[in-house]
């Protein structure tokens, strides 16, 4: 039995390394579609989905829930800490209609 394991361990070759080359310009035009695609879908959220209010009439009133699902979207999307995103949210706060970016 091992003597059939050593014949077919000695026939496997290596698979060659993929020679293709990235069209960069594509792939960079690819991801900024991606990106708006995900623009405009996470602009849909808060149309659709009845997102209540948090506040109970006491203390300091707290981050509109749309906000926080779009900040929350973010960092799913980035894959990343909210720490990260927050320059981001920064740049697309008029596109997204934030009130305030930083949800510290």
Known sequence: MSN????????LKPLPMSTTK???????????RRFQIFLSLLLLIPDTVPLLSLY???GRKPYLT????????FK???????RDIIGELNNH????GLKK???L
């Open 66 to 73: 749309r906000d926080i699902v779009i900040c929350l979207c």
């Open 4 to 11: 059939s394991k050593q014949k077919t361990s000695k026939n």
């Open 76 to 82: 799913i999307y980035y894959k990343t800490s909210y």
């Open 101 to 103: 970016s930083t949800l």
């Open 22 to 32: 990235r069209n960069w310009f594509e792939y960079n035009k690819a991801k900024t």
């Open 93 to 96: 706060k008029k596109e997204l």
């Open 56 to 58: 109970k009439g006491k």
